[in-house]
């Protein structure tokens, strides 16, 4: 259980000591969906554990395909009084409450292989879905909505200079694997006209690849598979050269995030949430993994005799976050820090 991890419970109470305006939240309702997703399910978490520390007297619902799914997850925490499930899809919503004050939507298939397999159900997941929502929180008079987009949204850039949210890059619309970034763009869009349209207070918040405790063991991304091989004492294997750049996140520091711009930013306005001390290629994070996580004792080889359409194309996406730190957000620790910390996590489960 998550709960009986030390690791994860210093993370929520970091969470609930950050400059968050925890006020906010007395006796208001908050919607989640995504919340079986390592960033949502950290982010119910940490809500109710703010919720019991502040005795905020907040309610919390969760949209989830699978409610039994749900239940394992979040253990005896799925019956606090203060959460609630709603099973549902983002293309057929769930009956939901009368009131909704705020709206955190991270709904998204997220498995690279999904994307190039299942291109239509990852646009209509997102595109339906964000509509949808919109909709219903248009008509509920939201006080903070916002989505939870992704740095894949940039598509290919083939500088290093910092990006600023307005600086996008190409984005090839002939591979099925760019179903994820241009809908991630068009959810955005959608955000910004209604916030524009309908007067919904409506936020983007662009996440850095995000990582930390509550990763499955066998979670299959690229950080996960290095852990696992310091764990192991095997030698990082990669899939393609690993010469895309870009920075990462920590789960707890993108919950931080996500709440300064759902309370504090600006409708309509799209926010780069990201650590820039952690930006490397994908080969550089493995040479140190090996040398950093597994003290030298393995090495990075590179076999690209298998599929890499799933995979996005070579990138740079080296994220300007000085409009989140207009808000007062700011990372914290180096990659050498997180993976620390996920290698003790990754131990303990």
Request: hydrophobic share 40%; charged share 25%; net charge negative.
């Amino acid at each position: 259980m998550l709960t009986n991890s030390e690791i994860f419970m210093e993370d929520l109470r970091e969470i609930e000591a950050a400059d968050i305006p925890w006020e906010r939240f007395r006796d208001k309702r908050v919607l989640v969906t995504g919340g079986t997703g390592l960033i949502g399910m950290t982010m119910i978490f940490a809500l109710l554990h703010v919720n019991e520390k502040r005795s905020l007297g907040m309610e919390l619902f969760a949209i989830v395909r699978d409610t039994a799914k749900a239940e394992r997850i979040f253990g005896p925490s799925a019956g606090h009084p203060g959460l609630t499930f709603l099973k549902g899809t983002m293309e057929e919503l769930p009956p939901l409450p009368e009131r909704i004050e705020y709206w955190i939507h991270g709904a998204c298939p997220t498995a690279s292989a999904f994307m190039t397999q299942h291109p239509v159900e990852v646009i209509r997941t997102s595109v339906e879905g964000t509509i949808n929502l919109l909709e219903q929180a248009a008509s509920r008079g939201a006080e903070g909505f916002v989505y939870l987009s992704s740095m894949e949204a940039y598509g290919e850039v083939r500088t290093e200079a910092p990006l600023e949210e307005k600086d996008l890059g190409r984005i090839d619309l002939s591979r099925t694997r760019s179903s994820y970034p241009e809908s991630k763009r068009m959810c955005e869009l959608l955000c910004s006209s209604y916030a524009y349209e309908y007067k919904v207070p409506a936020m983007n918040i662009r996440l850095a690849q995000t990582f930390g405790p509550g990763v499955d063991y066998n979670d299959r991304r690229v950080f996960a598979m290095m852990t696992r091989c310091a764990i192991k004492g095997e030698d990082i294997v990669l899939a393609t050269k690993g010469t895309s750049r870009h920075p990462y996140l920590y789960t707890a520091q993108a919950v931080t995030a996500i709440l300064t711009v759902l309370l504090r930013g600006k409708p309509g306005e799209t926010y780069n949430a990201a650590n820039p001390s952690t930006y490397c290629s994908i080969f550089e994070m493995g040479e140190m993994v090996a040398d950093q996580i597994a003290q030298g004792k393995i090495r990075v080889r590179v076999d690209e005799s298998g599929d890499t359409a799933r995979y996005p194309a070579p990138s740079y996406l080296n994220l300007d976050i000085s409009a989140i730190e207009s808000l007062g957000w700011e990372p914290s620790h180096d990659l050498v820090w997180m993976y620390k910390r996920l290698e003790r996590y990754m131990r303990s489960v």
